[in-house]
Every structure is written in structure tokens, then in C-alpha cells.
């Protein structure tokens, strides 16, 4: 497909553009698409949760099951997702991505049964996240810089952190208004009618298609390179270093995706109000902000290892707080600890996977990792809430996703990685 400015890809043999590097507006613009994608796609449904169980006379378990599937659809087709990402233009499967995000939550809001919820947003809004969201992104980004690629990946990757904070408190004021039908309405509409004019305009591929290059370098380095060849799923999988990424990261996803259920309860449960262990939440998910543009940066100068190390640190420090806290203090800082660490997984992740298997192989390599780590993710919230009601407190479940990022230390001590400097 033809981007909007192929016209300025100077014929062979001249000088490439002189205008500003487009590739800092295309870390902006996938900033802005991963909020209204992962946004209403995984945090929305926290907040409607209630309101359509009861609507359509459903229990919670039921309605509940939506989370669930999003997971499952989500991790089940991002390595497809990502293969393709390779092998069909960006901007087609995005465009794709938003049909299906609209057709989604138009479903959910005419929905008359907990059946159309199911294939409205367990199927087609999950569908969404998958091929208009983090993969096709990434692979954008890296596309686009070299030696800067954790600085502008740790600026686009906000968009998934701010996502937690902003959708749900713009959902939860519609549905105060409006109700939980006009929310979804919106959700269907607005994402749609802000993306497609987006996506049309900064989904170029690559900084030639606008007579530029990496990094809005004069010109592309000799010994440019992305740390490693591209890789099929097969070679990725029969490399010991792609499970050693994995196994080093495994802890931290499994700390992050059950802390991000479990924590507003477990605050509650320690003296804090609703209120208050709503704010500490969001206080969690700024520091994960500052902790995935701090950590995309430093990726750029430190050693990977280093980094995965030190954010395994810090959610370990911020585990062990959360489970010992004596004090609302005490509590809301191991939350500003966890988010930090937590915010650097995927800028890391990212990163880490271009450089063993280069910028092309970026989207697929993603979707790959996340099916591995598709059923610790499942699994971490609800063994969480087995032990609480067996036990009365989260204790033992700190103590087990504290166990699991040690695993990852441990396997992070054999692991070796190409390293790349500004």
C-alpha cells in the first residue's frame, strides 16, 4: 500500500528528505493508539462489569468469564497476529483491528443475552487488541530507530500503562451519566473515528518510505544492526536464549497481571477505603508509567541483564511490601516500587527480543513469548483468590509470586544478550 507520503522518497542516487525525523511523531501516534486499544479493550470491563450483570440478570461469575477470554483469545492469536504483522501491510491489519473493535462493542451495546457479550467483546474486541495494538506498534517503532529503540519504545509503550488510569475513569463517568449501554456505545465510535484518520497518516512502515532513515540518522550506518538475524518460530524456539528471556521473565508478568486483580482488595482488606485504594492504584499505574519510559531509555546505554535484574528488584521489594505492609504508607510505597519495575517489563521485553532476532522478527516474537506466558497470567489472579479464601489474606500468594520472580533471577544469571549503545 502506498503511504501518504510515498511522494517524498527521492529517486535513487539523491539526497534523502530534509524534514523533520517522522519517526518521533510515529512513537506519538502509536503512544495515543495503544490507549484507545488496549484502553477500552482490557480495562473497561472492570468498571461495566456490574452494571451488565445485573442489566441482563447474570451473576458476576458469568459476566466475569469476558476478562477470562479476552486473556485467552488475546494469547492465542498473538503469535498469528504477529507472523502476519511481517507479511501484511501494518496499515491493513490495522484498519482490520478497528473494524472489529467497533463491530465489538456494537455488539455489547445492543447485546439482549450474556452470549452476545461473549463474541462481542471476548471474540471481537479481543480480537482488536491483538492486530491494532502492542505488536503492530513495536514492530512500527523498531522499524523506525536503531540506537534510540528503548527510548522511543519506552515512550509508545505509555500508552498501554496510561490506558489503566484514563479509560476507566472516562468509562466510569459515562456510565454514572449515561449508563453502561451509551459507555459502550462510545467505545464502539469514538476509538473508531480518532484511529482510522491515525493510522492513515503515520502507519509507514519504514523511514524510507519517507526518504529517511533510522534513528533520523543523515544516513544508515554500515554495521547497522539489529543484534541478530530475523528468526522464524521454529528457530526462535529451538534457541536456548529465547527460553532463558522467557524463564527470566516470567516472575515479573505473573507479579504484574496478579497484582494489577488482587491489589485494590488487598488494600481494602489492609484499612484502607474504596477511595483510598482506588488513588493507590492509580499512584501504582503512574509509577508504572515513569518506570517504562525511564527503563526504555536506560535500555539504550546499560546492559539488558542489568535492567531485567534490577526491574525483577524491584517488584520483588514491592511484593514483599504489599505483604508486609503495616501501614497505608507503607502500602501505596510498595505500590510506587512494584509499578516501577512493572512499567520496565515490556520496554525490556521488546527490546530484548530485537535484538536476538532482529526489528522484523520484533511482532512475531512478541506474540510468541506472550502465548508462553498466556497461562501464568491466567492463573495468577485466581490461585491468588483460592488462597484468600482458604487462608483469609493474600500472604502465601505474595510469597509465591515472590517465589517465581527468584526462578527468574536464578534463570536470568545464564542468559546472554547482544547489546546494542547509543
Same mark, same amino acid.
Given at each position: 500500500m502506498t503511504s501518504?507520503?510515498?511522494?517524498?522518497?527521492?529517486?535513487s542516487g539523491e539526497s534523502p528528505s530534509r524534514e523533520p525525523f517522522f519517526g518521533w511523531w510515529i512513537v506519538g501516534a502509536t503512544l495515543v493508539l495503544q490507549l484507545l486499544v488496549i484502553? &477500552?479493550?482490557?480495562?473497561?470491563? %472492570? =468498571?461495566?462489569?456490574? &452494571?451488565?450483570?445485573?442489566?441482563?440478570? =447474570?451473576?458476576?461469575? &458469568?459476566?466475569?468469564?469476558v476478562g477470562s477470554m479476552v486473556l485467552v483469545v488475546g494469547g492465542l492469536l498473538a503469535p498469528l497476529a504477529g507472523a502476519l504483522t511481517g507479511k501484511i501491510p501494518i496499515r491493513r491489519l490495522m484498519y482490520a483491528g478497528v473494524l472489529m473493535l467497533a463491530l465489538g462493542f456494537a455488539l455489547v451495546t445492543t447485546s439482549q443475552s450474556i452470549w452476545m457479550i461473549y463474541l462481542g467483546w471476548g471474540v471481537f474486541v479481543a480480537t482488536?487488541?491483538?492486530? =491494532? %495494538?502492542p505488536l503492530q506498534c513495536a514492530a512500527l517503532v523498531c522499524n523506525w530507530f536503531v540506537r534510540l529503540r528503548g527510548r522511543a519504545l519506552g515512550i509508545s509503550q505509555l %500508552?498501554?500503562?496510561?490506558?489503566?488510569?484514563?479509560? &476507566?475513569?472516562?468509562? !466510569?463517568w459515562l456510565l454514572l451519566n449515561y449508563g453502561w449501554r451509551t459507555a459502550t456505545g462510545v467505545l464502539a465510535t469514538v476509538p473508531a473515528l480518532l484511529l482510522v484518520p491515525l493510522i492513515w497518516y503515520f502507519g509507514v512502515e519504514h523511514p524510507e518510505d519517507r526518504g529517511q532513515h533510522p534513528d533520523g540518522d543523515p544516513q544508515s550506518a554500515p554495521s547497522e544492526t539489529?543484534? $541478530?538475524?530475523?528468526?522464524?518460530?521454529?528457530?526462535?524456539?529451538?534457541?536456548?536464549?529465547?527460553?532463558?528471556?522467557?524463564? !527470566?521473565?516470567?516472575?515479573?508478568?505473573?507479579?504484574?497481571?496478579?497484582?494489577?486483580?488482587?491489589?485494590?482488595?488487598?488494600?481494602?482488606?489492609?484499612?484502607?477505603?474504596?477511595?483510598?485504594?482506588?488513588?493507590?492504584?492509580?499512584?501504582?499505574?503512574?509509577?508504572?508509567?515513569? $518506570?517504562?519510559?525511564?527503563f526504555g531509555t536506560l535500555s539504550d546505554y546499560a546492559p539488558m541483564r542489568v535492567l531485567i535484574a534490577l526491574a525483577l528488584v524491584l517488584i520483588s521489594v514491592g511484593v514483599l511490601g504489599m505483604g508486609g505492609a503495616e501501614s497505608k504508607t507503607v502500602l501505596v510505597l510498595a505500590g510506587v516500587v512494584f509499578g516501577l519495575g512493572g512499567g520496565a517489563l515490556m520496554p525490556l521485553q521488546t527490546v530484548s527480543l530485537g535484538a536476538l532476532f532482529g526489528a522484523p522478527a520484533v511482532a512475531g516474537m512478541i506474540g510468541l513469548i506472550s502465548l508462553l506466558f498466556l497461562p501464568f497470567n491466567m492463573l495468577g489472579a485466581p490461585v491468588s483468590g483460592y488462597i484468600y479464601d482458604t487462608s483469609g489474606s493474600y500472604e502465601q500468594a505474595f510469597w509465591l509470586i515472590l517465589g517465581v520472580?527468584?526462578? !527468574?533471577m536464578v534463570s536470568l544469571m545464564f542468559l546472554r544478550l547482544p547489546e546494542h549503545r547509543v
Open positions: 501518504p507520503s510515498s511522494e517524498l522518497v527521492p529517486p484502553g &477500552p479493550g482490557l480495562f473497561a470491563f %472492570g =468498571v461495566l462489569l456490574d &452494571p451488565i450483570a445485573q442489566s441482563l440478570n =447474570v451473576g458476576r461469575g &458469568p459476566a466475569a468469564i482488536a487488541t491483538v492486530v =491494532v %495494538g %500508552g498501554m500503562v496510561a490506558a489503566g488510569a484514563i479509560i &476507566p475513569l472516562a468509562v !466510569s539489529d543484534g $541478530g538475524e530475523e528468526a522464524s518460530f521454529g528457530q526462535a524456539l529451538r534457541d536456548r536464549r529465547f527460553w532463558l528471556l522467557a524463564a !527470566s521473565l516470567v516472575g515479573g508478568w505473573l507479579a504484574f497481571t496478579a497484582v494489577a486483580i488482587i491489589f485494590i482488595s488487598h488494600a481494602t482488606d489492609s484499612g484502607l477505603s474504596a477511595g483510598q485504594a482506588a488513588l493507590a492504584f492509580a499512584i501504582l499505574n503512574a509509577s508504572g508509567a515513569v $518506570g517504562t519510559f525511564l520472580c527468584a526462578f !527468574s
